[in-house]
């Protein structure tokens, strides 16, 4: 089986970003991720859902812990990732969960195999599903981080309409 070569357009996109992201100060990665919290808490599609999933960040990328607070504090689940074998599933979220999750090879945190949490496709599927990216184009497009997981957890959504989320 041959492996897909990546795309060098792609590549370099992520390397630029990668650049533009590590040149920010810390207060200014504060204040983004500020504004994305702001305007996620306040969207309709938000407000509405209560079963979201949604990713631990890491520094690259926007503070996504005040998010999962929030989910939590209005009595809404937090589903995150864990990858394994090449699937990736959407394990919810316990109180404690980010003190005693460890990290994987590429830094991101999530349960370990010794930590069963309810599957969110397997215990009723998800409302809002919001995903990591490198880059994002003005029509939604998303350039992710190069591993296709997210690509195909998405598509497993789509090809399951009793589970996947509703479009409002």
Not at 78 to 93: D, E, H, N, S, T
Not at 106 to 130: C, F, M, N, S, Y
């Amino acid at each position: 089986m041959s492996k897909i070569k990546p795309n060098p357009a792609k590549m370099l996109l992520r390397d630029e970003i990668a650049t533009r992201i590590a040149s920010l100060s810390t207060e200014e990665k504060k204040r983004q991720s500020k504004i994305v919290y702001d305007k996620l808490i306040n969207h309709p599609y938000y407000k509405s859902s209560k079963r979201i999933s949604l990713f631990m960040s890491t520094d690259q990328e926007i503070d996504t812990a005040p998010i999962i607070d929030h989910i939590r504090g209005r009595g809404a689940a937090a589903f995150i990732p864990q990858y394994a074998g090449g699937v990736m599933k959407m394990l919810r979220m316990e109180t404690g969960d980010e003190q005693s999750m460890p990290l994987t090879r590429h830094g991101i945190q999530q349960h370990g195999k010794d930590q069963p949490r309810d599957d969110a496709l397997e215990t009723g599927g998800l409302d809002l599903v919001i995903t990591p990216g490198v880059a994002f184009s003005r029509s939604g497009e998303r350039l992710g981080h190069g591993g296709g997981y997210y690509d195909k957890f998405l598509t497993g959504l789509r090809s399951h309409p009793e589970t996947a989320p509703k479009v409002k």
